[in-house]
């Protein structure tokens, strides 16, 4: 067993970060768009969300064009022109900033939902039989006239 002299021989000096070059900076553009609201971000996704590359170019480099415009026309294009690798992250971002980050959802299963389970897949029939291995013998018990279970 390692002595706590050891371990602290390979622990983190004090005034010393574990990660010395800390997350890494996002893209310019960005940080740019990352104090838009989301309502704003999402007028600008479904309004250049359709555009051709070419408009996109034209929007980009126009001078008349408000600087949010400019900078989603960048992000579009630069998603589909030439930089797949950039497509995923920046529609990732830009939906996060619209519509909100989806919550991790984890499914348990338990014994009883297999059981449960188990018994939606019984006919009819076979679910009496089981009602009955579970009701004690008792002349009471009447089986509707209805139902069989041959």
């Not at 359709?50 to 980009?60: A, D, F, P, Q, Y």
């Not at 009819?124 to 089986?143: A, G, H, T, Y």
Request: proline share 9%; glycine share 6%.
């Amino acid at each position: 067993m390692p002595s706590i002299a050891h371990i602290k021989e390979f622990g983190w000096k004090p005034g010393r970060s574990g990660n010395p070059n800390g997350r890494p900076k996002l893209p310019g553009h960005i940080r740019l768009i990352k104090d838009f609201s989301p309502a704003e971000i999402s007028k600008y996704i479904a309004k250049y969300g359709r555009s051709t590359i070419e408009e996109l170019v034209m929007l980009e480099s126009s001078n008349d064009a408000p600087i949010i415009e400019r900078i989603i026309a960048r992000m579009f294009r630069q998603a589909f022109d030439g930089k797949p690798e950039c497509a995923l992250p920046t529609l990732k971002f830009l939906l996060d900033r619209s519509i909100g980050k989806v919550p991790d959802v984890v499914m348990t299963e338990s014994p009883e939902d297999i059981e449960r389970e188990e018994l939606r897949k019984l006919s009819l029939n076979e679910l009496l039989q089981v009602v009955r291995k579970l009701i004690p013998d008792d002349k009471s018990f009447s089986m509707p006239k209805n139902l069989s279970i041959e």
